[in-house]
């Protein structure tokens, strides 16, 4: 199983629809999670935290499920400026605190 | 908002020859990080920096490379002798303290190795 994994889409989605990420971890030790979002030959930028009791952020809800070894990110009301790359970043935990990025999933927002 | 900057934006170099990738973290964070990204491919963690030494390195951070924070601002990444294979998107990051404060990036430096 990879560290991180992600389902590489195209989410290909209209504007105003609701899409949501799946990504699962193969470290029962990780114990930080992280959304980010990554343009095209950009830098990847924080999205957001993933909080064990879940959380959101306007229109982004993050949640976690450890006992399945899990993070999701919600998407609302879809804007086309949220077409991008989603990655998923976990912590390796056990000691140490190096992130594991996934491959990402590819969020394709058309009107 | 603080941000992490890197120069330089674009470096073209000749195999076999030596780059130095620059960086400077925001101000009052400890942790620094390095980072690679093969065009199509995913983030690749290199190495962290805290305290003035390397606290973890992954399999990629071989001994052609190296690190340093020669002042309290930059955080240096050496390649000594470069191979194609080098030819990537580097990142620096840097974040505050605590485990689960996260990572801000800069916006990266293209090395292209001919």
């Known amino acids: 199983r990879k560290e991180v994994e992600q389902d590489p889409g195209p989410f290909n989605v209209p504007e105003g629809a609701t899409v949501a990420f799946n990504c699962t971890y193969s470290n029962s030790a990780s114990q930080s999670f992280f959304w980010y979002r990554q343009d095209c030959r950009k830098e990847p930028k924080l999205l957001m935290s993933v909080y064990s009791s879940g959380n959101e952020d306007g229109r982004f809800t993050a949640q976690l499920n450890r006992a399945s070894q899990y993070i999701s990110l919600l998407i609302r009301d879809s804007k086309l400026s949220d077409s991008a790359t989603y990655l998923c970043v976990v912590n390796k935990g056990g000691g140490s605190y190096i992130p594991t990025f996934g491959r990402g999933t590819s969020l394709i927002v058309h009107p | 908002e603080p941000e992490v900057t890197q120069t330089p934006s674009h470096q073209v170099t000749q195999m076999g020859q030596e780059v130095i990738l620059r960086c400077v973290p925001i101000?009052?964070?400890?942790?620094f990080y390095w980072y690679r990204q093969i065009l199509g491919q995913k983030v690749e963690f290199l190495v962290s920096?805290?305290?003035?030494?390397?606290?973890?390195k992954s399999e990629i951070f071989d001994d052609q490379f190296s690190v340093e924070r020669p002042d309290g601002s930059n955080f240096t990444l050496k390649i000594r002798s470069t191979k194609l294979e080098d030819s990537a998107m580097y990142f620096c990051?840097?974040?505050?303290?605590?485990?689960?404060?996260?990572?801000?990036f800069g916006d990266g430096t293209r090395l292209s190795i001919l």
């Open positions: 990051a840097s974040r505050g303290q605590g485990q689960v404060q996260p990572q801000h």
């Open positions: 101000s009052n964070h400890l942790y």
């Open positions: 920096f805290y305290n003035n030494e390397i606290s973890e």
